[in-house]
């Protein structure tokens, strides 16, 4: 069998196993991540194990998050196709890819040169163009294109950023890891006065470097 068609085959178990049967049933996202070929976001010597259960290293001491949690983070957005997302952490462009495939535009923001210049080539490679990349210090958010949508933040700060929230629309989502030694998954809905959050499940992100 050639290696193409392996890794179709480990995709699709991929999204059976250790997706759809942990409880994600939300179409587009299932369909977003069996067409995103997630061994072209890996290091080259880590394509064997691009399909695994797991996350893994992407270099700079970065890690591409594991599959079911890319998942679940997205589906948790309720996303219908039209929105504009602002993304934090673009690591290797895999969710920026799974969050491409689904809304009309998607702006992610990364902190390290290589890895935003890394994704950007695999993002262009495969032929995206509703993506727009920044490199600079996420907690900022993208004001420029404010207000979006919906937010996905992908490394953990010890606490919600203001910043952010207030680059959300009213009744707009953000998804957010938040914590230092635990952490949690936190859904933000921005509401006329403030924000509600909603605790979610237990994870492991990297944390969100602060610069300033
Ligand atoms: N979704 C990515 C996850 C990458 S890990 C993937 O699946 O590949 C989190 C990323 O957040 C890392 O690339 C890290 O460099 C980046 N990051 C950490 N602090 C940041 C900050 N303050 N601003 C922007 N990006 C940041």
Redesign the pocket.
Known sequence: MSQDSTFDRERKDMVEYQIRRRGVSDKKVLKAMLRVPRHL?VPEQMKELAYGDE?LP?G?G????QPYI?AYMTEALKLHGRERVL??????????AVLAEIVKEVYT????PE?SDR?RAVLEKLGYQNIHFRV????LGWPEHAPYDAVLV??APASVPPTLVEQLKVGGKMVIPVGTDFQELVLVTRTETGWDEQRLIGVR???????H
Do not use: K
Not at 205 to 211: A, K, Y
């Open positions: 976001f996350p992407i700079e970065q890690t591409i998050s890319v993304e934090i952490g673009t690591g290797s462009g895999y969710q920026t923001v990364e902190l390290i890895l994704a600079g210090d996420g907690t992908s490394a992100f990297v944390p969100l470097i602060t610069v």
